[in-house]
């Protein structure tokens, strides 16, 4: 997943100025064209977004097992959960009292996107202001919500996210990433994003006047047309 991201992000330019010379085909053949073009840069640097899918099924196809499994365990109060806990928490079947755990979640999830480098793997979207404060400040939202789950839940949670927070930061080592073939994010500097950005823009006025022109050109050839019926 991580490799995957690196990829995308470190391609990005080119396949967003792929993606808008796409925008700007009029006729079915520039279309095809274009688009065969596209899907051979992203095959070629492995950034098909279909691939992204198989580092997050299994992902969550796991998750999501266990979290079922744990939360039928406490609905059926297995013996060793109403005694398994520890400290404010001894039952595990029921939900917090008092709110710790739950809010244990949102600041483990938190410090994951701040100081784990879960936010690069938010892809070229966290690299945007308002995602990259949904992704801080989302898992705070989120705890009101899920209050009302069993304790072992949280405990599960909590498990996971410290696991997760230290892969990621294993995987902030030069040598780990090397060694399964992570390559390094190229950085943009604000020049540089103010650039694509504005080559972005440039590219849909392009687009845009292109439309526009080809559309008055028809209405143009349709009044012909008509005239001389």
Known sequence: MQAFNARTHNNMP???????????????FEKQKK?????EFMSRHQTNPLLQLSY??????????FFAAARKMAEVKLPSLMEGGSLWFNDLTISDPYYI??????????LMVRFGGALKEGGPMADQPIFRNLF??????LVPF???????????????????????????????RNYFGVPLRREYSPAQQLQMMKQQQDNMMNAMKKVKDHNQQMKKFSDEHRRKQ
């Open 14 to 28: 080119g396949q967003m100025k792929l993606q808008a010379e796409l925008k700007m085909c009029m006729s079915a």
């Open 35 to 39: 688009g065969a073009e596209l899907m």
């Open 56 to 65: 997050i099924f299994p992902t969550a196809i796991i998750f999501t097992s």
């Open 101 to 110: 755990l739950p809010l244990f979640i949102g600041v483990s999830l938190h």
């Open 136 to 141: 801080l400040y989302g898992p705070f939202v």
């Open 146 to 176: 899920i209050s009302f789950q069993p304790s072992v839940l949280f405990i599960f949670w909590m498990t996971s996210n410290a696991y997760t927070f230290l892969l990621m930061k294993a995987f902030q080592q030069t040598s780990v």
